[in-house]
């Protein structure tokens, strides 16, 4: 088991089977109302399955089991939060924009190029990387280097699983993803604040790690546009950014790949940017954080933890000085 019990010491929360959207929902309105006195005990299921029921048949909904191994005790944070405050820079830098603009975005057909130092390169569709492996719940914090996080029930598994397959060369010591870079339908390629497409690298380790998620879904749905459908890579002990979105390429390669945020800004965002709260950022410190939906007057900000909380990766840096290597 990865992880096994909250810093913060709260309660897990109850995951029975598959949770959809609205149950996460109801889940907090339930909790806030029952804070102010407002309802009784035992309507949780009720309202459940009237929202539930209430929800548009239209969007996907992906069955998954919740891995337990894999869930931290916080609260999720909304549906309507994690889909409207978004990073994906090809929609535009507002973090509004992704909601408005990603509508365009076209997922299906998609396919995903894996390629490079590889027994088995192979193209694979949304199809069959729904069916590659059986598909997990997983609740995971992310943490953004601009000093907010979010708490998402992610879908998917791990990306080890599509390594496996691919049958990686002893060359591939990394392996780099690179998003859809498409003028056409991605409105913020036009602007010059990254260089396009959009690349994210990790070590092959780092990748094979089981906490590295290959994610299709959250909230028991497909992923929305905006959070990089119809396919993104989830590393929850690195900063947000290196959870790279709308994947159509993953390259195995024997040296260490360049990173958008690198590119753009080397001092300031280096290839590894895992969550460090010893490392401050040049222009602000990242001993703290504001967790998205608790940003009232009075909201507390949260300690940041070493690697997001996530200490069993530690291993993978020992002998590493990750101040030189931030
Ligand atoms: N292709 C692409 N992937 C991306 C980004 C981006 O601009 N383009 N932004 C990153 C950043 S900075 C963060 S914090 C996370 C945000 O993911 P979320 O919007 O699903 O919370 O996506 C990351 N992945
Ligand atoms: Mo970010």
Redesign the pocket.
Known sequence: MLIKRSPNGIDPPLVSDITPRAVFESRRAFIRQLAIGSIAGGALLEMASREAFAQSAAVQKLAAKPNPAYVVMDKPTTYKD??T???????GTDKAD?AKYAGTLKTRPWTVAIEGEVKKPMTLDIDSLLKLAPLEERIYR?????G?S?V?PWVGYSLAELIRKVEPTGNAKYVEFV??ADKKQMP?IGSPV?EW??V?GLRLDEANHPLTLLSLG?YGEV?PN???APV?I?VPWK?????????AKIRFVKDQPRT??NIAAAREYGFYSNVNPGVDHPRWSQASERRIGEDGLFAKKRKTLMFNGYSDVASLYSGMDLKKFF
């Not at 900063?239 to 994947?247: C, N, V």
């Open positions: 994690a889909t405050y978004n990073n994906f820079y090809e929609f992704p992310l943490r953004c280097v601009e907010w979010m998402i998003s859809l913020g990254l497409p959009y994210e959250m992923l905006q959070n990089g993104r989830v900063y947000g950014f290196k959870s790279a979105k709308s994947i958008a945020w």
